[in-house]
């Protein structure tokens, strides 16, 4: 009897595409920007340092699109864009603020979280992990107004040697998630990652409706406004040469703010009582994830990489589209920060100044000051609420909205009171 005839099996091999790790947030706004972080800080890097800035250089932008045929929706949207706006000059300006950015990478593409403070017109505010750095959401008014303010923003930070009280613009963002556009813009954190704020205020040098709210109030540390000043009886104490220094720095600022015809920013000022009990330090309650957390965040999916057109006046730089882009691999723990000990570190407490007695004797205060909300231009809107709120108060009403230059005097003059 014969042997019976051996069976083979046949296996039949399917290629299989190689996984690529991406982030993924609550958000997918935030899963596609901490991506396009990741993508555009690589392709920079790729791109020698230039000794002079172009015009075309404040005009250009870099853009992919990226569309997942074999996606899982809990990871990533199935279709995402992600547009640069004037990337060596945004580069720039972090080299002049002292910004490595591998390190700027790594702060944006651990984690983000939503902060409970609110934006003008609505917008939301973002806080890296790490808390060195605000994302804030824009109007498209705002994204005009960058737009048009961005080479003297930049001539004015090169000449001042980065001395200066004024926002830290560090990147520009759209991010369309299908075909829904947000703007976002990246900016310093005025305020230290590792000293909690006792007592927060926002001043504009106008009395007229400018008091905390209850619903304000209620939180842990409440923004508090000019009325709340001039009632607490409060005082920013840093002694005369130091008074100095900062009111000439403002000038300088207000008058910069004042010639581009932009008005209602206001003096952030944040203060840490070295003898208080502390507070979280965070705007968010917990603290960053663990590595291994921040893991079982990392999912894995297969993506196409293509490329669009763009109608428009601006000059464009687009990707080629060789092949599925680099994503990020999995997050990096952020580094702790070390302890304060009394001496403050420049690059996590850059906008900080210690409190001084009229004899210039430290007082146990830190304060934190800075410029903010900046982008917004007297135009028709404005001068339609002047005319309205001077109707409603009176014409000797000290109401917030006037025309930039009295708006810089009164801010100024105010500021100067409150200072010693």
């Not at 403050?344 to 900080?352: C, S, T």
Request: hydrophobic share 35%; charged share 30%.
């Amino acid at each position: 009897m014969s042997a019976p005839a051996t069976k083979r099996k046949h296996l039949k091999l399917k290629a299989v595409a190689p996984k690529q790790k991406l982030f993924r947030a609550n958000d997918p706004l935030l899963s596609v920007f901490m991506w396009g972080i990741n993508h555009t800080i690589s392709e920079l890097n790729q791109v020698n340092m230039q000794v002079m800035l172009m015009p075309d250089d404040f005009k250009s932008y870099s853009k992919i699109r990226v569309d997942n045929h074999m996606f899982n929706k809990d990871n990533m949207p199935s279709h995402f864009k992600v547009k640069e706006y004037c990337p060596l000059v945004f580069r720039n300006l972090r080299q002049k603020f002292g910004i490595d950015d591998m390190q700027y990478m790594q702060s944006l593409t651990s984690d983000i979280r939503l902060t409970d403070a609110a934006g003008k017109s609505g917008a939301r505010l973002f806080l890296s992990c790490d808390q060195r750095y605000f994302i804030k959401t824009m109007v498209s008014e705002e994204v005009e107004i960058m737009h048009h303010i961005l080479k003297q923003y930049h001539q004015y930070v090169v000449e001042c040697h980065a001395q200066t009280l004024l926002p830290q613009y560090l990147g520009m963002y759209r991010i369309t998630v299908n075909d829904t556009e947000t703007y976002l813009l990246v900016m310093k954190n005025v305020f230290s990652p590792r000293l909690s704020l006792h007592t927060k205020y926002d001043l504009k040098g106008s009395t007229v409706d400018r008091q905390a709210s209850d619903k304000e109030r209620a939180k842990d540390v409440p923004t508090l406004k000019d009325n709340d000043f001039v009632s607490d009886k409060a005082m920013i104490r840093v002694g005369e040469k130091e008074k100095e220094r900062l009111m000439n720095m403002l000038h300088s600022d207000v008058q910069f703010l004042s010639g581009l015809h932009l008005m209602d920013y206001s003096l952030i000022v944040g203060i840490h009582d070295v003898n208080a009990e502390e507070k979280p330090t965070s705007f968010f309650p917990e603290a960053c994830d663990t590595l291994q957390e921040v893991e079982e965040e990392v999912e894995t999916v297969e993506e196409e990489a293509g490329e669009e057109g763009e109608e428009g006046e601006e000059k464009g730089v687009e990707e080629n589209g060789e092949g599925p882009p680099t994503p990020p691999d999995s997050p990096h723990p952020v580094t702790p920060f070390t302890p304060y000990t009394g001496s403050l570190d420049e690059d996590l407490e850059r906008f900080a100044v210690p409190s001084l007695t009229a004899e210039g004797v430290e007082t146990g205060e830190i304060y934190f000051m800075a410029l903010i909300d900046v982008l917004t231009k007297y135009g028709m809107k404005k001068r339609t609420a002047q005319a309205a709120k001077t109707v409603k108060h009176g014409a000797g009403a000290d109401i917030s909205t006037v025309k930039p230059d009295q708006y810089a005097r009164r801010f100024l003059e105010f500021i100067s009171k409150c200072m010693e």
